[in-house]
């Protein structure tokens, strides 16, 4: 049996990385550029009760949490995540970060709108940004490729009207798994950087895939940038 196909290994395993991870953050040595973007999007927020839609790959989710503290003064933030069972040991672990999930296929994605289970995620996902509340992407995921983006969050920024902001993450030292990710997970006491780029938007007369492309191109730049910011190589 695999051991994430059992609840109760699930929400062992969720509990103790939650509580590490917690405990990590901490501890790290943080240093932020772009901050002012996101605060831009958050104080849109208070102002006008726009939603947002933010973006990290797939590969810093361990980090994400870090990126959008819940707080009365920022959108409140849900994450889209997989109906896989890692989707649901990653749901449960980053819900107790205080991301709670909108869940979404835990198919091969091609389209949010259209993969399986994906129509009910965007329908959720596009009252809940309407309604002012925020959307946390991963634009690789559930399975990839690495860093590459489909149509389906520009489509959601589309209809929603919704700023988008990136967010690229990294620390050192780090534990890389040997997943198609190399997920990230940031050990104690590490340097770490968060970089924002944003935020943009979409118009309804704008090309999905064209956009799609120009803002995998952004998301890898922050990335690339928080990886130089900690000395973190390939």
């Known amino acids: 049996m695999r051991p994430l196909r059992s609840p109760f290994v699930i929400w062992l395993l969720s509990s103790i990385f939650a509580g590490y991870s917690k405990l990590v953050f901490k501890t790290l040595r943080m240093t932020e550029e772009g901050r002012e973007q996101a605060e831009a999007v958050w104080a849109q927020g208070r102002e006008s009760g726009a939603g947002a839609i933010l973006c990290f790959w797939h590969s810093r989710i361990p980090m994400s949490p870090l990126s959008w503290p819940q707080d009365p003064g920022r959108q ?12 649901e040991f990653i749901a449960r672990t980053v819900e107790k970060l205080g991301f709670p999930a909108i869940r979404g296929s835990s198919a091969k994605k091609t389209d949010l709108a259209k993969n399986k289970h994906g129509e009910q995620a965007f329908r959720d996902m596009v009252k809940w940004v309407k309604d002012g509340g925020g959307v946390a992407i991963t634009p690789d995921g559930p399975r990839g490729p690495a860093e590459h983006m489909e149509k389906g969050t520009p489509s959601l920024a589309r209809v929603t009207g919704a700023p988008v902001i990136f967010v690229g993450l990294a620390a050192k030292p780090c534990i ?33 895939d064209q956009l799609a492309e120009d803002w995998a191109d952004r998301l890898s730049a922050v990335t690339r940038r928080a990886e130089d910011l900690v000395g973190l190589e390939d």
């Open 76 to 87: 409140d933030m849900r994450a889209l995540i997989s109906r896989s069972n890692d989707g």
């Open 176 to 208: 890389r798994l040997g997943s198609w990710d190399a997920t990230l997970i940031p050990l104690p006491f590490a340097k770490a950087a968060m970089v924002w780029d944003g935020p943009t938007g979409a118009g309804r007369g704008d090309d999905p």
